[in-house]
């Protein structure tokens, strides 16, 4: 009897985790192509590729906001330059969006949720 409701709770308690988890959390395709995981690092947002030439290197950490907008850093892989970033959530889909000389010049691109 002890073991099954230690087994309810328990149930119940990964239940509450997975009803409050971040909307930006998960798999990503990134504009070009690539799958991007962003999951939860403390206190904050970490960005992984998961696929393409750059597999396994962090490209970003984002915080919430509210409202669907995140605020970090984003890497680009290939210069391995860190930029102002930022990121807006819409249903399915992210806009990234890095930044250089306190926003004057920026680049976005458009992600969406696998």
Do not use: H
Not at 15 to 25: L, Q, S
Not at 47 to 53: Q, R, S, V
Not at 67 to 88: E, F, L
């Amino acid at each position: 009897m002890l073991r099954r409701m230690t087994m309810t709770a328990a149930a119940m308690m990964l239940g509450i985790g997975a009803a409050y988890a971040d909307p930006i959390e998960g798999n990503w395709r990134t504009q070009s192509g690539e799958t991007a995981a962003i999951s939860d690092c403390g206190g904050g947002f970490c960005i992984t590729l998961k696929t393409g030439k750059y597999k396994g290197k962090g490209i970003g950490k984002m915080s919430a906001e509210g409202g669907g907008a995140y605020s970090g850093s984003i890497t680009d892989p290939a210069k391995d330059k860190t930029y102002s970033g930022s990121g807006t959530l819409s249903g399915g889909s992210l806009k990234m969006k890095g930044c250089v000389l306190g926003g004057l010049i920026c680049r976005s691109q458009t992600w969406t949720k696998l």
